[in-house]
């Protein structure tokens, strides 16, 4: 695979004003990874400030509920901040502090990007702006409290779909105005190369500790991994320590919405096409026209038109599996753990335990499924109740 490509997905579709910065951020990266310093003080916020390793928590009354295989959750919603997200953006605040920056941006859809930006950038002594859709800021209204409480600038952003796209776009052009002291914390494995790649690495540790959890708890690596895929940070994160594992099955569950039928959802595999978008080539929902199409989810964090060109290779290869839940079905799914396993999910969670429920219901009580738990669900309670 040549840098920042994978197959014939990703890449770096930029502005003339961003292919030097990204140039530079990718060369301050590689030296990062070969540096024993870095990695030792990447290691250290991870175990001291975000709270890793996360549990790996046997689902015992879910499993029965299914009546087939054994459940497994990977518990990415008890670390600091309460989702994955934080993974990444102390790795990106460390590697914004060895290039001398002073400032982090970012984009944020369900918050908890937003929310684990701030963190790092008050832990790292930091100024922050997060880009957010003013449609994202109404229902992930506690998420903006949070930004806000630690430090950040939350700045809305009114055009276009108010969502997470429209942040991104921002985000990116704010980034472009002020590249002297200020780095963009991208949130998911999209965007211009290095991102993706970058991404994914720092989210690689969450299939590392499932790995080594898995074999500790039952001696053998599970059957079937289930994450959520907005992007799809979380859901690369838990796949690519297993990538090599052929008996290992692996399915990405999209923001299915209403149902492709409808018009209304964020399935980019059940009707997008290859097309670029914020940098890099992926697959997209787009119109006859090739303009971007308005998507629809519940979890906003899901509510993006894009997936990260990772995803893509993956899905044509057909080593992972992709599929959608609805909003219907995600909602239940919420309704489910809380009541039966005392954990309240994020909405974007949810859609990964419909799938993981569906799974285990349909296999021998012998086999195993692993159900990455992205984020928790304080933020979407009021969602919820409102539904």
Same mark, same amino acid.
């Given at each position: 695979?040549?840098?920042?490509?994978?197959?014939?997905?990703?890449?770096?579709?930029?502005?003339?004003?961003?292919?030097?910065?990204?140039?530079?951020? @990718?060369? @301050?990266?590689?030296?990062?990874? %070969?540096?024993?310093?870095?990695?030792?003080?990447?290691?250290?916020?991870?175990?001291?400030?975000?709270?890793?390793?996360?549990?790996?928590?046997?689902?015992?009354?879910?499993?029965?509920?299914?009546?087939?295989?054994?459940?497994? +959750?990977?518990?990415?919603?008890?670390?600091?901040?309460?989702?994955?997200?934080?993974?990444?953006?102390?790795?990106?605040?460390? #590697?914004?502090? %060895?290039?001398?920056?002073?400032?982090?941006?970012?984009?944020?859809?369900?918050?908890?990007?937003?929310?684990?930006?701030?963190?790092?950038?008050?832990?790292?002594?930091?100024?922050?702006?997060?880009?957010?859709?003013?449609?994202?800021?109404?229902?992930?209204?506690?998420?903006?409290?949070?930004?806000?409480?630690?430090?950040?600038?939350?700045?809305?952003?009114?055009?276009?779909?108010?969502?997470?796209?429209?942040?991104?776009? @921002?985000?990116? %052009?704010?980034?472009?105005?002020?590249?002297?002291?200020?780095?963009?914390?991208?949130?998911?494995?999209?965007?211009?190369?290095?991102?993706?790649?970058?991404?994914?690495?720092?989210?690689?540790?969450?299939?590392? @500790?499932?790995?080594?959890?898995?074999?500790?708890?039952?001696?053998?690596?599970?059957?079937?991994?289930?994450?959520?895929?907005?992007?799809?940070?979380?859901?690369?994160?838990?796949?690519?320590?297993? +990538?090599?594992?052929?008996?290992?099955?692996?399915?990405?569950?999209?923001?299915?919405?209403?149902?492709?039928?409808?018009?209304?959802?964020?399935?980019?595999?059940?009707?997008?096409?290859?097309?670029?978008?914020?940098?890099?080539?992926?697959? +997209?929902?787009?119109?006859?026209?090739?303009?971007?199409?308005?998507?629809?989810?519940?979890?906003?964090?899901?509510?993006?038109?894009?997936?990260?060109?990772?995803?893509?290779?993956?899905?044509?290869?057909?080593?992972? %599996?992709?599929?959608?839940?609805?909003?219907?079905?995600?909602?239940?799914?919420?309704?489910?753990?809380?009541?039966?396993?005392?954990?309240?999910?994020?909405?974007?969670?949810?859609?990964?335990?419909?799938?993981?429920?569906?799974?285990?219901?349909?296999?021998?009580?012998?086999?195993?499924? #692993?159900?990455?738990?992205?984020?928790?669900?304080?933020?979407? +309670?009021?969602?919820?109740?409102?539904?």
């Amino acid at each position: 695979m040549a840098a920042g490509w994978f197959g014939p997905y990703g890449g770096r579709f930029v502005p003339e004003t961003l292919v030097e910065p990204l140039r530079a951020l @990718e060369r @301050e990266y590689a030296a990062a990874r %070969r540096d024993p310093a870095f990695r030792e003080e990447l290691a250290r916020l991870l175990r001291d400030f975000v709270g890793r390793p996360t549990p790996l928590t046997f689902a015992r009354n879910l499993t029965a509920l299914c009546g087939g295989a054994r459940i497994y +959750l990977k518990r990415e919603d008890l670390t600091h901040t309460g989702a994955h997200k934080i993974n990444n953006t102390v790795g990106q605040a460390l #590697l914004a502090r %060895r290039m001398g920056k002073t400032r982090l941006i970012a984009e944020t859809g369900a918050g908890q990007h937003g929310v684990a930006t701030a963190a790092a950038a008050a832990h790292f002594g930091m100024r922050c702006t997060v880009y957010m859709g003013i449609r994202d800021m109404a229902r992930q209204a506690p998420n903006v409290d949070r930004m806000r409480l630690l430090g950040a600038e939350v700045a809305p952003v009114r055009a276009g779909t108010q969502t997470l796209k429209d942040a991104t776009s @921002e985000a990116l %052009r704010a980034w472009s105005a002020c590249l002297d002291d200020t780095y963009y914390v991208l949130g998911s494995v999209l965007g211009p190369h290095p991102y993706p790649t970058m991404v994914r690495d720092f989210q690689a540790v969450i299939g590392r @500790e499932a790995r080594r959890q898995m074999l500790a708890a039952e001696g053998r690596l599970p059957d079937e991994l289930v994450a959520c895929v907005g992007g799809g940070s979380n859901s690369i994160g838990l796949f690519f320590a297993f +990538l090599g594992d052929r008996a290992v099955k692996m399915t990405g569950v999209e923001g299915g919405g209403l149902g492709p039928a409808s018009g209304k959802h964020a399935a980019r595999f059940s009707g997008g096409l290859p097309g670029v978008l914020h940098g890099t080539k992926t697959y +997209l929902l787009q119109d006859a026209d090739g303009q971007v199409r308005e998507t629809h989810s519940a979890a906003a964090g899901l509510d993006y038109p894009a997936v990260g060109p990772e995803h893509s290779s993956l899905r044509d290869s057909g080593r992972v %599996r992709y599929v959608f839940a609805t909003d219907a079905q995600a909602r239940i799914a919420f309704a489910v753990l809380c009541r039966v396993e005392g954990v309240v999910p994020a909405l974007e969670s949810a859609h990964a335990v419909h799938e993981g429920m569906k799974l285990a219901g349909g296999l021998p009580r012998k086999k195993i499924v #692993l159900v990455n738990l992205s984020g928790r669900g304080d933020k979407d +309670l009021g969602s919820w109740s409102s539904r």
